[in-house]
Every structure is written in C-alpha cells, then in structure tokens.
C-alpha cells in the first residue's frame, strides 16, 4: 500500500490560547473587587495609581489648549491624503507644528523619507513612545481617519511634554515616532528593523472608529503570492500536451474555501486570481493568485500559513504544474496586538475623566477584526491600540463614509480627547514605578519580546 501522506497533525495552539484567555477572564471575575489593589477599569488588578494628580491635569489642559492647531492637523491631512511611503507634506505638517512649539524633530528617520523623530525628557530615565500615523488609501483618502491619528500622537506629545516641564525634573522620556505606510506595507515593521525601538520601554496610539474601545482584536496580517506555471498547448488540437496553470489556481482557490470548515473561527483568508491565461484556445501557462491570510496569534498565523503551503503545493501537484510560493513580498508581516491591560487601564481612566467610556474587551465581536503594523511594536515591548470614536456605530473603517467622518467635529473633538488620554496614560507610565513594574511583569507573563523579524523563518 503506497501511503506518501498520512494526516497532519492540528495545531493546539489556538486550543492552548482559549485555556490561557478563560483562566485570565475567571480570574478578573473572581479576583479582589475592592481596595487599593483592587481590578482596575479593565479586571485587571495592581495598576498603581499613576501620575500625580496636578501633572495629568496639567496635561488635560494643555492637550485642550491645543484643540485648534490639533484642528488644522485632522483638516490639512485630510484635505491632502498622501499614500503609504509619498507622505511628504503630511510629515512636513506635523514637523512644522513641533517646530512651533520648540520642538526639532528630525525628518526622515530611521531610513525612510516621511518618518520623523523627537523626544522630550531625559533620556536617563524610562521611555516611552507614542505613534503617529498619517498615511491615507490610495483612491478613497483617510478612510482609517490616520488624519486623526496624526493629530492625537503630536498632541499627545506636546501636551506631556508641557506637563512635564510643569512639574520640575522629568520622570523619564517621550518620543513621538512619525510612523508612514501602515496601510499595507508594515512601516513601523520598517522602522523597528533599522531601531526605531532601541531604548524605548513602551509605546502607544490611538486609532479612531465607530465606537470608544479600550481593547478590541486586531489580526495578524500576511501577504501571500502563488505563482503556478504550466506548459501551453493548442487547447484543441493537442491538450493532452499542456499542463493548466489557472486548473491549479482554481484548485488552489477551492482549497482555501475547503480549508475555512477547519480555521480558528477568526481566521481570515482573502484571495484574487490576478491572472489566468490570455486566450481561451491555449492552455494557460501561468497563473498568479494573490492573498491575505490573518489569524488572532502568532503561532496560528504561522500555522495557517503552513496549511496554505501544503494547498499551494497539492494544487500543483495535481495538475503537474510547478508553483512559487512568496511571502510577504515587498511588505512585512503583521503580527496581531498583543493589549497590555495595565496601560489599558490608564487609558480607560483617563477617557473617562473626559466624559468617554470605552467598552472593554469581549464586549464587540472579535469577528469585526482588521490589521496593524502596531502588532509588531506590541511584541516587542508593552503596548495598547485602543479605539477612539469619530463616526456612528455602523460605518466601518476604509469606506467613503467613514473619510467623511475622519473630519468632522466628532474626529477633532476624539483627537483632543486621544491627545489627552495618551498623554495621561505616558505620565502615569513615567511617573509610577510600581505601575512601571506592574506593565512589564504582565508583558513577561505573556511571553516577552518577540523576535518579529524572524519569527515566520
């Protein structure tokens, strides 16, 4: 009996990861409900109280002062939308509105043209980062509001840094990370590579939605080429004689929607047949299939791309054709965020002082699930991604409306109030030591740093 394959054995891993996440929501409903130590916003426990009064408040403030030049950001990108990598005036703004307040940044660092640098505080100190986006979608503009985004990470920025001054020595540093081409191409992937992240303790953003959300899924992203080369022939005269590219990218196609019965029900795998043939009297030579896959964790996004090998390989195998299989090709991989609860907390803290109640996780389905490059930072030091509300509950992200929505009155008004919250959360991060510890102890216990760079080799 000829037996080349027997049946793979399945991952665990995302089984290992229900366990851990069930054993961590028991404990949140179970642990201590009172006194100091008490569950913060989020269930999680021992968050340290933060920055000193005065200086958050001195933050709130500032960051309200800023409303109408954080105003002139959110409109002049928006009105400007520039595509990943061609942000050149929309980081010009942002180093010119620094540049108003004292501030010398430098453009184009860490090797890319639009990326920009500053930092205010000493150095000698902890440190942490806030994340500014300002690319746009070609066609459609700041359908993601990174409109927004830019505009809540200067404000951020500038509004600590004032607190800071305010309050004598500096606790420690804050640098603002001008981050381009997050929409497709992994920026900060690019940035942390040539050491964006040297010295930084931990980094943080906003990014604006239909709804507050202090914690929400974001996906691990990776792009995925089949190329399928066959042999032409005369597709009447002499078929027997070609071997059909397009019948393995069909059976490749089919695969993926075959695979779908047995996928971690969060997976997503999108795909396109970009080519498949010329003419219908020839039997197609080549035929190229691009994808996306995602998954919730690292390690079950590297089994789905796994199990996509193995189809890419079969389909070939089927028709006698030969495949070339490319990852992530021009672009990085994107891991999912890995949400620090501490930090979470300080945020939710912070927002709620100014009128926001963000949902905590689990509230909104983990199925309403996009992407960012901000899951690469969160596995190399502690980090938080949560959301900020710009527009009604049912316009989602990348759609016409929700551009719209990126400058409105309700996006200004969610950038002060980010720039507020991210500057209150950093202070607190500064300013608490047993805070400090309580973050690094949670992101120990999840794992540690990650070696992103190679961690699909």
Request: aromatic share 6%; net charge negative.
């Amino acid at each position: 009996m000829d037996r080349m394959n027997r049946p793979t054995p399945p991952s665990t891993a995302y089984l290992d990861h229900l366990v851990a996440e069930t054993a961590v929501r028991r404990e949140a409903l179970t642990g201590p409900s009172t006194g100091e130590d008490a569950a913060g916003p989020t269930g999680t426990a021992g968050s340290g109280a933060g920055a000193p009064v005065a200086l958050v408040a001195a933050a709130e403030r500032a960051a309200a002062r800023l409303a109408p030049e954080l105003a002139e950001i959110v409109h002049r990108l928006h009105e400007h939308p520039e595509p990943a990598f061609e942000e050149h005036r929309s980081a010009a703004t942002l180093v010119e509105v620094l540049a108003r307040h004292g501030i010398e940044a430098e453009l184009g660092a860490y090797g890319v043209d639009t990326a920009f640098r500053a930092e205010a505080g000493d150095p000698a100190g902890p440190t942490i980062a806030i994340c500014a986006e300002y690319d746009a979608l070609p066609g459609i503009g700041h359908a993601c509001g990174h409109n927004v985004i830019a505009a809540s990470g200067v404000g951020a920025f500038l509004a600590a840094r004032e607190a800071m001054a305010s309050g004598g020595a500096p606790a420690g540093r804050i640098v603002l990370l001008g981050t381009p081409a997050e929409e497709g191409h992994s920026g900060k992937e690019v940035l942390a590579r040539n050491g964006a992240l040297e010295g930084v303790d931990a980094a943080i953003m906003v990014h604006p939605y239909g709804l507050d959300v202090a914690d929400q899924v974001w996906l691990g992203r990776r792009l995925l080429t089949w190329t399928f080369t066959g042999r032409p022939a005369h597709a009447s005269a002499q078929p027997y004689m070609g071997r059909n590219a397009l019948d393995a990218a069909t059976l490749a196609y089919q695969g993926i929607g075959l695979l779908r019965q047995q996928m971690p029900p969060v997976d997503r795998v999108h795909a396109t047949i970009a080519e498949g043939g010329t003419r219908p009297s020839i039997i197609t030579e080549r035929a190229v299939v691009h994808l996306y896959a995602r998954s919730k964790y690292p390690d079950t996004l590297r089994d789905l791309s796994r199990r996509l090998d193995d189809i890419a390989r079969g389909a070939a195998l089927m028709t006698g054709t030969d495949v070339e299989i490319t990852w992530d090709d021009g672009a990085h991989p994107s891991l999912p965020v890995r949400t620090n609860r501490v930090l979470t907390d300080r945020w939710v803290a912070a927002q709620r002082r100014l009128g926001r109640d963000p949902l905590p996780a689990g509230v909104l389905s983990e199925t309403l699930a996009a992407s960012t490059d901000f899951g690469n930072v969160s596995f190399r030091v502690p980090g938080i991604h949560p959301l900020v509300q710009v527009a009604d509950p049912d316009i989602a992200l990348h759609t016409a409306e929700f551009a719209a929505a990126a400058a409105t009155p309700a996006a200004v008004s969610a950038a002060v109030d980010s720039a507020a919250g991210l500057a209150a959360t950093a202070l607190d991060y500064l300013y608490d030591a047993g805070l400090r510890a309580a973050v690094h102890e949670e992101f120990a216990e999840e794992g540690g740093p990650v070696d992103v760079e190679h961690y699909f080799d």
